[in-house]
Nanobody
Framework: QVQLVESGGGLVQAGGSLRLSCAAS????????MGWYRQAPGNQRELVAR???????NYADFAKGRFTISRDIVKNTVYLQMNSLKPEDSAVYYC?????????????WGQGTQVTVSS
């Protein structure tokens, strides 16, 4: 199991920036992939960005050009830099870890961090 602790959410005006952090309880090289998801009230949880153990990244269309996922291997931490924020980016942002346990895939989630973008 991977324990994840998110931080960095808050209230920001439209056009502003935030950086979210997700600290993992073990080496990122031992985790298949790390991702950021978000869920707004009444909506399903959706992928924002993902980074694999090898460093490959992919983004949701709404995140391309505005958000950047990165990692610090020494700190076992994944970041989500969010720029040019819009009110529709308001949501709870969750970090997840895609792991393999006993040969089976397993996903662990953090507790989430609230991002609110005011217009």
């Amino acid at each position: 199991q991977v324990q994840l602790v998110e931080s960095g959410g808050g209230l920001v005006q439209a056009g502003g920036s935030l950086r979210l952090s997700c600290a993992a309880s073990r080496s990122l090289f031992s985790i298949n992939a790390m991702g950021w998801y978000r869920q707004a009230p009444g909506n399903q949880r959706e992928l924002v960005a993902r980074i694999t153990k090898g460093g490959s990244t992919n983004y949701a269309d709404f995140a391309k050009g505005r958000f950047t996922i990165s990692r610090d291997i020494v700190k076992n931490t994944v970041y989500l830099q969010m720029n040019s924020l819009k009110p529709e980016d308001s949501a709870v942002y969750y970090c997840n870890a895609e792991d393999t346990v006993g040969g089976s895939p397993k996903t662990d989630w953090g507790q989430g961090t609230q991002v609110t973008v005011s217009s």
